[in-house]
């Protein structure tokens, strides 16, 4: 940096000179804010180099992060693929809000981005990123960035820790393509996280991160304005029954958090059912939105105590579990969510958890969700495990498709309600004095409702109907309503979203329609239909409008597109055979012009 130094002759120009010292000063400050370094680390380097180029490489990822080194703010530290062993990485500089300090992997050429694309069952690979490795699970943090802030982190592998990542009262960091796996004493009760940010850890970013087999917490996240987007999160570990199985996929604490487009699943008949998504402690005004929880044996998304209040899930998908309201939960709003195969669509009780907190849940809404092949009952007044009201609640424009009961009553239970919703193909009304030997009454009221092809009387209600509410293909869980449904404009306003199933405005007509979407003729679409769906075959059909056909695209859960991994062919401008034989087995959304489906492969 070259320093120019002004001198005059006159006096009488001290003024000018002050003026001037002062731009210089102010250059200085400007030039020193935007100089940035760039350092490397590689296997093959020595933490007594330079770290200035790959050919004077740091050897360790630990000496990059501490003070030792001259890592600033606004600095980048590349790191090469490799396995680093057992490091225990500890960050301590801080970036600042306009210089973050950069921590990122790389393959080949700094900045090239590896990815993994690490699915269920891949193994980690330290020639693609680069590998921390602690080797023993029960012990030490790969990474810790305590009380740290405006640090970004990119492009790791991690595992065989106690804990993954842990960022205590960590602020303003970004974590990016970030994998790990195995943490935990898998003999010791409730022992290993993957990845966390705890305690006061606020307004921080996690995206693209991966969490495989921690014995207790997959992604925790204890704090306010936090964002968690395109996570996984897994568990197949059964080695010492409950102890070695995830409890908590992902755990959020906190207020005003945005979890999004994450998936999380439990494989296999593990000794711990698992809390798929969950919210718990304080938890206000957060969003959990486009999500999938599968195989969890119970909760698949979880609202528990009393500070969990005014929260949004919107558009989740619960695949083996259900909608858990616990211990308090209030005032909060599910919409637009899906269960699919769960023992229990919607629970609610309580338990000694939040000083036993009196009651179970309260004024919690559920609006435009669809229950479909419940296996035992829709909505449980579950009997575990304080004896408590659930009051309050209200179902509205929800389709209910198939299950043993709609309701299993065994606790108190009282001013909730069911509008403008859609039951069909029910085996039994309710049942009580199931899991507990106390009889309790129903008080549920029904209003605007269909009930359909049940196997039990219909229970008085205002308004109700009892005629084929004409779906477009109840067979293939097409729960949209043809042009001559009863259900159209049939519905009340009094409590009905302003939205559907698929964000369209309601009424749409003279009124509202029931059930989960509102039939609109202006918009002039035949829905797309897919069968079989799930699938076990290599081949599946799409059927629907044909303008609507010349578009099919095929996005996994994280937005990546496997649209050139499929063959279509076109039987008729309506019907196309779609081969999927080179899609691995999961979840698929197939997106066409107007409208977008999900496909089960398994």
Not at 339 to 347: F, G
Not at 444 to 450: D, G, I, K, P, R
């Amino acid at each position: 940096m070259c320093v120019l130094f002004f001198i005059f002759e006159h006096s009488h120009t001290a003024t000018i000179m002050k003026t001037l010292i002062t731009i210089i000063f102010i250059l200085i400050l400007s030039l020193a804010t935007i100089a940035q370094n760039t350092y490397y680390v590689s296997t093959t380097g020595n933490n007594s180099n330079n770290g200035t180029s790959t050919t004077t490489a740091w050897r360790t990822i630990s000496f990059a992060a501490s003070a030792l080194s001259p890592v600033q703010p606004g600095d980048t530290v590349y790191i090469k693929a490799g396995n680093y062993g057992n490091e225990n990485v500890i960050f301590e500089t801080d970036g600042t809000a306009n210089n973050i300090i950069t921590f990122e992997g790389y393959k080949i050429t700094p900045g090239d981005n590896p990815n993994l694309n690490w699915q269920y069952g891949d193994n980690l690979n330290a020639s693609i990123m680069p590998l921390l490795d602690g080797i023993d699970r029960t012990t030490g943090t790969g990474i810790t960035l305590h009380n740290r802030s405006f640090i970004q982190l990119k492009n790791i592998q991690i595992k065989n820790y106690r804990v993954g990542l842990y960022a205590y009262s960590g602020t303003n960091i970004k974590i990016k393509n970030v994998i790990t796996m195995f943490f935990g004493d898998q003999t010791a009760n409730y022992d290993g996280k993957g990845i966390v940010f705890g305690s006061h850890a606020n307004n921080n970013e996690i995206d693209a991160c991966v969490v495989y087999n921690a014995c207790a917490e997959g992604l925790s996240i204890t704090g306010n304005d936090n964002h968690a987007t395109n996570c996984r999160v897994y568990c197949d570990d059964n080695s010492n029954g409950h102890q070695a199985a995830m409890d908590y996929y992902i755990h959020i604490a906190g207020n005003n958090n945005l979890v999004e487009n994450c998936y999380v699943e439990r494989i296999g008949d593990l000794d711990h059912g698992g809390h798929g998504i969950d919210l718990k402690t304080n938890c206000e005004n957060n969003l959990i939105r486009n999500c999938i929880s599968k195989g969890m044996d119970f909760s698949a998304f979880e609202l528990r105590h009393r500070g969990v209040i005014n929260n949004t899930l919107e558009s989740c998908t619960a695949i083996g579990g259900g909608f858990s309201i616990r211990d308090g939960a209030n005032h909060n709003i599910i919409k637009n969510c899906t269960t699919n195969n769960s023992r229990t669509a919607v629970s609610f009780f309580d338990t000694a958890e939040d000083g036993g907190a009196q009651y179970a849940g309260a004024f919690n809404i559920f609006q435009n969700c669809i229950f479909k092949n419940t296996i035992n009952e829709v909505i449980a007044f579950h009997r575990y495990d304080r004896p408590s009201p659930a009051d309050n609640n209200t179902f509205v424009n929800c389709v209910v498709d198939g299950g043993d009961y709609l309701f299993t009553v065994d606790r108190e239970n009282n001013n909730n309600k069911m509008v403008n919703c859609i039951v069909t193909n029910v085996a039994h009304f309710s049942r009580t004095a199931y899991h507990q030997s106390i009889s309790y009454s129903l008080h549920v009221s029904f209003n605007y409702t269909n009930f359909w092809s049940n196997g039990f009387t219909t229970p008085t209600g205002t308004n109700l109907i009892t005629t084929n509410p004409l779906f477009v293909d109840l067979a293939n869980n097409d729960y949209h309503l043809t042009s001559n449904s009863p259900c159209i404009d049939a519905g009340t306003l009094t409590n009905s979203p302003s939205f559907d199933f698929e964000n369209n405005p309601r009424p749409a007509g003279t009124g509202v329609d029931i059930g989960a979407f509102e039939y609109n003729p202006s918009l002039h679409v035949e829905q797309i239909l897919i069968y079989p769906n799930p699938t076990t075959t290599n081949n599946i059909v799409l059927k629907g409008a044909a303008f609507n056909l010349k578009q099919i695209k095929i996005y996994d859960t994280l937005g990546k597109e496997y649209s050139k991994l499929t063959t279509k062919q076109v039987i008729s401008p309506t019907i196309v055979t779609i081969d999927i034989t080179n899609l691995a087995s999961g979840i698929y959304f197939i997106k066409t012009k107007t409208t977008s489906r999900i496909l089960y492969k398994k």
